[in-house]
């Protein structure tokens, strides 16, 4: 500071009064650049690739985003940048947060399975029953540090939706009628199963199912109620084969050095809405949208819903249980994985609200 206002003295040695006084108010601009600065808030730049009506963005990101723009004022705010503003495609959405084109992200893991190698557990068929199971588990594993691929993110969000249905253009009414049919994925997990179940999977981004099945290059679809309705594939798949599979996981993740680089009081306050917070929104609203969304589909005329009989039930459980199996069997890790899931699962159940 003392150095500038040399400078400018030296410079303007000889001028008049007014020419004196517009140097040393120019002097005193820089000096008080840096308080400004320090007193502007931090703007973290959020991306989400779809709408900001759906509701994965309702649940899932909004009531993190409002509650720390309300409380974090003059500290923190977060900028969303909605309908793929920063990039549409799903699979790219983790590079953009290591590479900082956002800061925070809206993620589908399935997308990605090479960055997220132990989320082909949580991506199994018939091992959560419900939104609050999964979410939960999910949830946890990631503050105990007991998922591979996360150690450059912080996790603001981990969720689950409910176990994914079948939905097709013609009906299916039982697990014969599967075979030889190709039916849209979330995961590779997913589609293994499906594969045993005699279905052909294609593994597909939910955003271009409505059109895949328009042209019928899929006769149907593995997804959440509510994943149907909000993508707009309800209107070319009206018949619905109640058979519970595997839940999708969702992140909302955030650059782990640029979440370090901020402020003790900042990242309170991003840890403060984050973890079992976000999940706890997450069950209870998200939770309840999808059976909103199961029954609307129920109850719409013009289409056709299957509840499996019993043996398919069981048929599938053994699908399932054995695909399950053969990933614990494939090394310590996953066999150890896979005790601390089901110890957390009976945890919860035994505590169901």
């Not at 589909?297 to 509840?307: S, Y």
């Amino acid at each position: 500071m003392t150095y500038a206002k040399s400078i400018v003295a030296l410079a303007l040695a000889g001028c008049g009064g007014i020419a004196r006084t517009l140097a040393w108010a120019s002097v005193l601009a820089i000096m008080l650049l840096p308080v400004a600065a320090a007193t502007e808030p931090i703007t973290l730049k959020l991306a989400f690739f779809a709408p900001e009506q759906t509701d994965t963005f309702r649940y899932g990101v909004k009531p993190f985003v409002d509650a720390v723009n309300a409380e974090g004022k003059g500290l923190l705010e977060i900028k969303v940048y909605a309908d793929g503003a920063l990039g549409k495609a799903v699979a790219e959405q983790p590079g953009m947060v290591l590479e900082g084109v956002a800061d925070i992200a809206w993620v589908v893991p399935g997308q990605t399975p090479y960055r997220f190698p132990d989320n082909e557990l949580l991506e199994m068929p018939g091992l959560f029953r419900d939104v609050r199971e999964g979410s939960l588990v999910y949830t946890r594993l990631v503050a105990a540090k007991a998922l591979r691929g996360y150690e450059d993110f912080f996790v603001i969000g981990g969720y689950t939706s409910a176990p994914s249905i079948i939905h097709s253009r013609t009906p299916i009414n039982s697990l014969a009628e599967l075979k030889g049919k190709k039916i849209r994925t979330n995961n590779p997990m997913e589609a293994e199963a499906l594969a045993r179940l005699g279905a052909i999977p294609t593994i597909m981004p939910a955003s271009q199912l409505s059109d895949a099945l328009r042209r019928r290059a899929v006769d149907g679809a593995i997804m959440s109620p509510t994943g149907l309705i909000q993508f707009n594939a309800a209107g070319e798949a009206t018949n619905h084969y109640l058979l519970g599979i595997g839940a999708a996981p969702l992140l909302v993740l955030m650059n782990r050095k640029k979440f370090d680089g901020l402020s003790a009081p900042a990242q309170a306050l991003i840890r403060k809405y984050s973890g079992e917070r976000a999940a706890a929104i997450w069950i209870e609203s998200f939770g309840a949208s999808e059976q909103r969304s199961l029954d609307k589909l129920r109850a719409e005329a013009g289409r056709h819903a299957v509840e499996p009989s019993l043996a398919d039930r069981e048929a599938a459980q053994r699908i399932y249980r054995s695909l399950i199996e053969n990933w614990a069997a494939r090394s310590a890790h996953n066999r150890e994985l896979l005790k601390t899931v089901e110890a957390e699962l009976a945890t919860i159940r035994s505590t169901k609200q």
